[in-house]
């Protein structure tokens, strides 16, 4: 039981460019969601889903799209990468509307 | 509009006294609340919760407090060990059945042995 799993580690981009952050679970969970952090924050929601086919906004969606074709994957899209999207990527799971389960997260740089 | 904050960045307890972090939230319709620990190039693991409907929620060494009228929680953490040295954020989540959370600043503990 690998839980939540993230892909890649680390990357750099240049500005413009676009990438997909993929994030896979195998807890069966429906709810998975992507946060951001950035220096000295805390964690910020850009998108959500409550099960497959199904997914919303949250706090910072701006320049971000998802998709959620099956339960198990749950990847984030940058369509137009800017500096400001530096930050490090955060995807988590739940099997309810509590406990959410995170992965280690990918630690983007946008130059 | 920050929603729930955590107002110390930090926090420096010798090993084997009480760490207390402290937590602030300004939305009544807040039900559930968590705290998650995080070390450095790893993602959140949750630590413990409570519920609304209740003040106290205790689990090994770490009991968090909530008092609703201060609209304030608190995580006891007793005692404390060099390990604890992490990051702690404060979530609360609304009504509703989206379980989105909304995340304190976080602060820094560390440990001194």
């Known amino acids: 039981n690998a839980g939540v799993t993230q892909t890649p580690k680390f990357r750099i981009l240049k500005i413009g460019q676009s990438m997909t952050l993929q994030c896979t679970q195998d807890?069966?969970?429906?709810?998975m969601y992507w946060y951001r952090q950035d220096p000295g924050m805390g964690l910020k929601l850009i998108y959500y889903?409550?099960?497959?086919?199904?997914?919303d906004k949250g706090e910072v969606p701006n320049g971000y799209n998802v998709s959620r074709s099956t339960t198990e994957d749950f990847p984030l899209r940058l369509e137009l990468a800017a500096p400001s999207q530096t930050s490090v990527y955060f995807c988590?799971?739940?099997?309810?509307?509590?406990?959410?389960?995170f992965g280690p997260g990918t630690r983007l740089t946008v130059l | 509009d920050q929603q729930v904050k955590q107002n110390s960045p930090s926090l420096s307890v010798q090993e084997g006294r009480i760490s207390i972090l402290n937590c602030d939230y300004t939305?009544?319709?807040?039900?559930?609340f968590l705290w998650y620990k995080k070390y450095p190039a790893e993602g959140p693991t949750f630590l413990i919760s409570?519920?609304?409907?209740?003040d106290k929620n205790e689990d090994g060494r770490f009991t968090v407090f909530l008092n609703k009228s201060a609209k304030h929680l608190s995580l006891h953490i007793v005692p404390s060990q060099p390990g604890d040295s992490a990051v702690y954020f404060c979530?609360?989540?609304?009504?509703?059945?989206?379980?989105?959370?909304?995340f304190g600043q976080g602060t820094t503990l560390q440990v001194k042995p």
């Open positions: 988590a799971s739940s099997p309810g509307e509590d406990t959410q389960y």
């Open positions: 807890m069966n969970h429906n709810y």
């Open positions: 889903s409550v099960g497959a086919g199904i997914t």
């Open positions: 939305n009544s319709m807040f039900d559930y």
């Open positions: 409570i519920s609304s409907i209740k």
């Open positions: 979530a609360a989540k609304g009504s509703g059945n989206t379980g989105k959370l909304i």
